[in-house]
């Protein structure tokens, strides 16, 4: 069906020390491309020796690295940058090949993680610190300094977007990292080793991992040397890997699940606000912690905006993800594909009115299809109301009032974003400071600016990376109080 015909290094290593490496443990497993399930190559299954090894190959490179002059670091960190661009086609195709989300979106992320490194590398030039000068007795400033290995484990939605959101900040930060990338997903991680050596990081600088989450991720977050973890990924993995890293007092950044609502008022522009829903509902195949995953629409125009809604998902194209036009790709794993079926089959049965979808399209008869699904008159007591499905399915419901609008949102365990669509500016802010979320979009789609803090509220995570708030985490602020004269000093043992 695909007539993608990049040959696929099958055999996927470790990365560690600058070098492609066999693991120590003689066990690998498959990835497989989503269109028809076939197997693309294998990974090893990390051991927590390989971990050991990338951890003290990552702690040696840190004396070098941390002392890298910071426009030599910021260079370096560039040329990532423009490497990435170099190979954006190919960048874009692996992820596309192994993820299953459209060529069209994939070339957008791959553009992304280019940002992700030319951004932090200017970033880390200018940060600036804060300085407190206490009359003529004392200058206290602060500074800030690398903290050492981190551990970045990511999930398989938008593998390399994600993995450079991560990456980029700890090396401008003058950290070294062990990544463990996701094990459905491991293709693009290789190719972004390939282009650390390309753009002559030193080695140890960056290392990779791949394997299980319960063995390569644990080993990882259990690793005494490992003094960070940023964390991406489901809630419940969250909080485990934050009891495992609590031995050993890990800084932790978590960003983990959503169930994100779209609220739309009658007096908001419907169409601008129906291209956004639909939007943020269904691409990257629905697989996405931001997706507005339920949509609530004031009671007055209810109606008129779900028969607009229903008419588009309708003609949402779903097809071969490496055809320009496609929309909707195939959902990662078969595993997958089964787990959002269950939930519309729970739908179902909780009595939400299915509009749309809801299964396998005609004429996909292999691969992971699922049909863009649309429920209806969805309240806050169902399963699909309140877990998060991370596929291409979309709640609707009604609400009277503002107050129970703010309410609605509210009513799950996460809160990452939320977007408001109104023209009433006095309500649009007062919205957007009831509804308990870490991002708000207030008549827009989620549109990011780097140099804001990202990060969600309640089971949504914990901590915020972008701008400068990526290098609060990986960065030890210190104060230095330095006295200026002769101030008094207490006597004590003088009589
Ligand atoms: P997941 O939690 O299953 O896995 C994420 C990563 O954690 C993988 O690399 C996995 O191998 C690893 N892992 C699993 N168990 C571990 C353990 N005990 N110790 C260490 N590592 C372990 O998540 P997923 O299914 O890959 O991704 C989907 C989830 O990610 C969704 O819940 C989604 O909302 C969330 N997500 C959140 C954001 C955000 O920024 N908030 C962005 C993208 C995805």
Redesign the pocket.
């Known amino acids: 069906m695909n007539a993608f015909n990049y040959t696929v290094s099958e055999y996927l290593r470790n990365f560690i020390n600058g070098e492609f490496v066999d693991s120590n443990s003689k066990e690998r497993f498959e990835f497989l491309n989503p269109s028809n399930n076939k197997i693309l190559g294998t990974i090893p299954a990390g051991s927590e020796k390989d971990v050991d090894m990338a951890v003290k190959a990552a702690r040696k490179a840190f004396e070098s690295w941390r002392n890298m002059s910071m426009s030599k670091r910021s260079e370096m960190l560039h040329e990532v940058a423009r490497l990435i661009r170099k190979y954006k086609e190919e960048l874009a195709r692996i992820e596309t090949l192994n993820v299953g989300i459209p060529i069209s979106q994939t070339r957008s992320q791959v553009e992304r993680a280019a940002e992700n490194f030319d951004f932090f590398a200017d970033m880390l030039t200018k940060l600036s610190e804060e300085v407190y000068v206490d009359d003529d007795k004392f200058i206290n400033y602060v500074i800030r300094s690398p903290i050492g290995v981190a551990g970045l484990?990511?999930?398989?939605?938008?593998p390399l977007m994600?993995e450079t959101w991560k990456i980029a900040p700890c090396l401008a930060a003058g950290d070294t990292c062990v990544l463990?990338?996701?094990?459905?997903t491991p293709m693009s991680a290789n190719k972004l080793a390939e282009i650390m050596q390309e753009a002559g990081i030193p080695a140890g600088v960056f290392n990779i991992v791949h394997?299980?989450?319960?063995l390569?991720?644990?080993a990882?977050?259990a690793h005494p040397y490992v003094r960070l973890i940023s964390?991406?990924?489901?809630?419940?993995?969250?909080m485990?890997?934050m009891r495992?890293g609590a031995s050993t007092l890990k800084r932790f950044s978590m960003?983990?699940?959503?169930k994100n609502p779209a609220i739309i008022f009658a007096d908001a522009d419907l169409k601008r606000a129906l291209d956004a829903v639909i939007f943020m509902a269904y691409s990257l195949n629905g697989?996405?912690?931001?997706a507005n995953s339920r949509v609530l629409i004031e009671e007055s125009v209810y109606d008129e905006f779900l028969s607009m809604l229903a008419e588009r998902v309708e003609k949402i194209r779903i097809g071969d993800p490496f055809d320009e036009r496609t929309e909707l790709g195939p959902l990662v794993r078969p595993e997958?594909w089964q787990r959002v079926k269950n939930y519309i089959d729970i739908g179902i049965k909780e009595g939400a009115k299915l509009l749309y979808g809801g299964d396998r399209p005609k004429g996909f008869d292999e691969g992971n299809y699922l049909s863009p699904t649309l429920f209806a008159d969805g309240n806050s007591e169902m399963k699909i109301f309140k877990e998060?499905i991370?596929g291409p399915v979309l709640l609707a419901m009604k609400f009277k009032n503002e107050e129970e609008a703010i309410s609605l949102a509210n009513d799950v365990v996460y809160g990452?974003t939320a977007y408001i669509w109104t023209k009433d500016v006095e309500r649009a802010n007062r919205l957007a400071q009831a509804i308990e979320a870490g991002m708000i979009w207030i008549n827009s789609h989620n549109v990011r600016d780097l140099r804001t803090p990202?990060?969600?509220a309640k089971y949504?995570?914990i901590g915020r990376e972008g701008g400068k708030y990526s290098f609060d985490f990986y960065m030890e602020t210190k104060t230095v109080q330095v006295a200026l004269g002769r101030h008094k000093i207490p006597t004590f043992g003088v009589i």
């Open positions: 484990i990511t999930p398989w939605n938008t994600l463990k990338p996701a094990e459905w394997g299980i989450g319960e390569s991720g644990a990882l977050v964390f991406t990924g489901e809630t419940v993995t969250g485990e890997i495992n960003e983990l699940g959503g697989e996405r912690c931001t997958h998060e991370f990452l990202f990060g969600g949504s995570g």
